[in-house]
Each structure stands twice: as structure tokens, then as C-alpha cells.
């Protein structure tokens, strides 16, 4: 008799510890996953087949199915807000009209409805600019992989990569919008975009950019190679990451982003190999460079955007 009621007792316990543990989680907000959210009067939902149709160039990939944001990834997302927020660049985020993460095997603009997906894979905090550029450059060129280990890139302030994936993508919308870039088929200029495209591209081949920049980023076969290529591309090139040769709205979209580090955020980004500094500032002001930040300013200037 005694025995039972010390086991009743048990349980007892057991079912009050529970009980209270569910109503902290509950009430402190973590632990709490959820499909959609207001922060800073920007909205965020996680995919769903009802609700959302990315347009076909773009959803191709996308899988059709729900996606609950874990309590980790509305952090992130949280934390890229507060960081536009502190600079006085939420208006940023007001372009488009909402964020939808999504199983999708990469991040996008859906120009024409002005809603920006977002790859779930890549809301986290965890991944830096730095570890980025080192992932882009790897994918480029898989003769560096057996030395990956001596070298990395490191940004001052460190930065999460999600708030590049934002401001990126972003700069899609404005380049759609503003700029008129066209976003299928064939490259089109315009008086809106054409002193942009000629400071890296050559209209009489066929667009082609005026660098040779992928040819020379393919053909690194030694660490060496690869610190004589990351000089010239400080020095020389008018690109601002290794992805901005990809075509003129890359080219855009990641000028835009680095507009925004460098003026307010005063990133720079800095090569290491065996454990030391071996280039300072890699996206050091050229002329080539100083004309797209010109570009730019000038057009979130008469956008009306401040
Ligand atoms: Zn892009």
C-alpha cells in the first residue's frame, strides 16, 4: 500500500515537472515554432502550397511543401532585421513584399510578384560571409580542395551570410524595378541600365565580361595561383565577389550588397592562409568599383528610398 502510494507520488511529480516545462517553453517563446511572422512589421511565412505559386522560371525547384520556421530560424531571421534596423536600413526590406522560406535548392527574387524565397537550408546564423566566399570559390574550382584547409576569408565585422542572401536578393528587386533589367532570355540595355553593364561588360561580344574573370578563377591550379589571382582581383578587377561574373543582374545584386557593407556596415574582407593575413581588404576602392557604388547610391537616392 505504501509502495503505491510512493510510486502515485511519482507520478504525480513527474506530471507537475512536465506540466511546467511545457508552459515555460510556452510562454518564453522558445521551443515555439510557427508558420508566419511579423518583425519589425516585416513579414515572414514559412512555404505552403496553398498559399504560395513562385512563378514558373523561378519555383521550378522549389518542393511543394509546408515549412514551419523552427524557433532557430526566426531568430536568424530576426537577427538580420535588428541588424538593417541599426543601421537605419529597414527600408530595405519594405521592396519586397514578403520573405517565404522554402525547400528550394537556392534563394531567389520572384521578380514580377516581389516576394523573395529564401533556401531554408541557409536560415542560419551559423554560416558567415567569409565561409561563403570560401564555399563559391571551392565550387569554381575543385583543384583547390586538397589545400582547402590552409586558407579561409575573414569579414570585419563578422557577419552571417543570411544577411547577404537578403540584401542580395533584394538587389534583384530593385534591378528588376528600377533598372528594368530583364530577367529571361536575352541581356537587353536600356538608358536605365547601360552605364551600370558597360563598366564590366563588352556589348559588342555578345555581353561577354570584359575581364575574363571565370576563365582566370578556373584555370588557379596552386595556393600561389590562387594569391596572385585574389591580388589582381583586389587591385584590377571591377567585380566585388567571385558570383558577380555570373551576368549582369549578379554583377548588380552584389554590388548592391556591398554597397550597403562597406558604407554601413564598414565591412571589409580579408584573405587568410596559414593562419595569417596575407591580403588586407580584398574589394579595395578602384575606379571601376567606385562607378558601381556611385551608380547605386544614385539610385536609392531618387528612389525615394531615405
Ligand atoms: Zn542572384
Redesign the pocket.
Known sequence: MVEGCDAMRGVLKLFVVVVLVTLITFFSGCGRSQDVFYYQGILFEGFDPMKHQPSKEFGKYVRLEKVILSPKQVKSLKRCVDLLKERNLLFLLEYADRFVVANSPYS??DKPQMIIYLDKEKVTLGFSIGDDWKNKLLNSNLNLMENSGRFSFKGTPDLPNLLRIIL??T??LVEYDKLKFNWKGKFVDNVLNKDFVNISWDRKQHWKDKEGFSEKLQSIYSVDALVAFLLWFQEESSFFSL?SS?GM??DF??AFVYYFLSKEFNYTIDFILDDSVVINNLQKTNSFREKKFKFISEIIEEGGYK
Open positions: 531567389f527574387a542580395h536578393e538587389g534583384h558570383s555570373m543582374n549578379e545584386a552584389e
